[in-house]
């Protein structure tokens, strides 16, 4: 068995005296779409947390291609590129500077021609590409972001709510981006409140409940690739 892009069993966090992550096991095969779903409060983002070895956790395994996050955090955050929940740009910087900048932090700095392409393949408008992100609408933000997070090239991604502040068009430009992603082999850990964006493009759904994945579909080979109703009573029935 190949080592997988994520592995996690049993996972348990907490935050202050709460148990936020309680059991919670997911792993993900290369170029596999997980989209993460579940209430306000219930865990998504923490989970995400204690995948970078932002939080530590308090029991169970935790490997990103192989290595222990608690273990090697460096080793870890150098094969994931993260979107997180809030985007935060330097506002006096323009989106390449942004882009730039945190590249060559992260140690894989990419050429001009790339950064352009990455813009484009996200759909953010040529004008704003030297433009200040002071001025930037919050799907605009969003995007940079996007663009940033895929020219990392990383071999796994952890999205935190990736399509929100983003318009229907650019949502749908995304989603197909993600099958592109997953055809190179890369695996994609999507937190998400759009339903009908997962069913679009995920292999599978989960969704969280107290503290774990308390349900999961996987998509069939064959349209439609899930059963909307059925994940909709699923949902509803979990609140
Ligand atoms: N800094 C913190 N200290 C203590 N508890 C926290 C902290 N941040 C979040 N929590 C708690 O952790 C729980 C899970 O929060 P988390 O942000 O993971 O939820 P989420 O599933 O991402 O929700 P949302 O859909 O609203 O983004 C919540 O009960 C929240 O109150
Ligand atoms: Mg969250």
Not at 21 to 43: F, K, Q, R, T
Not at 76 to 103: G, K, M, S
Not at 206 to 228: K, M, Y
Request: hydrophobic letters at 45%; a negative charge; aromatic letters at 6%.
């Amino acid at each position: 068995m190949p080592t997988p892009p994520l592995f996690i069993a049993d996972l348990v966090v907490e935050r202050g005296d709460k148990r936020i992550v309680d059991g919670l096991s997911l792993s993900l095969a290369p170029g596999e779409i997980y989209a993460l779903l579940g209430g306000n409060g219930a865990g998504k983002s923490t989970t995400l947390f204690a995948i970078l070895g932002f939080l530590e956790r308090q029991g169970g395994s935790l490997t990103v291609g192989g290595v222990d996050v608690a273990a090697n955090p460096d080793a870890v955050r150098r094969q994931v590129a993260y979107l997180p929940e809030n985007v935060a740009l330097y506002d006096h910087l323009t989106a390449r500077e942004n882009v730039d900048y945190f590249l060559k932090v992260a140690g894989c700095p990419r050429s001009r021609a790339d950064v352009d392409a990455g813009f484009e393949g996200v759909g953010l408008a040529a004008a704003a590409w030297d433009e200040r992100a002071a001025r930037f609408s919050k799907g605009m933000r969003q995007k940079t972001a996007i663009a940033l997070a895929l020219l990392r090239e990383t071999p796994l991604m952890l999205l935190d709510e990736p399509t929100s502040g983003l318009d229907p068009a650019a949502a749908g430009d995304f989603h197909r981006l993600l099958e592109t992603l997953g055809r190179r082999g890369v695996a994609v850990l999507m937190v998400t409140h759009d339903l009908l964006g997962a069913a679009d493009t995920a292999d599978r759904i989960g969704l969280i409940q107290a503290g774990r994945i308390a349900r999961e579909w996987t998509a069939s080979p064959t349209v439609p690739r899930f059963d909307l109703n059925a994940l909709h009573s699923g949902f509803a029935s979990a609140r």
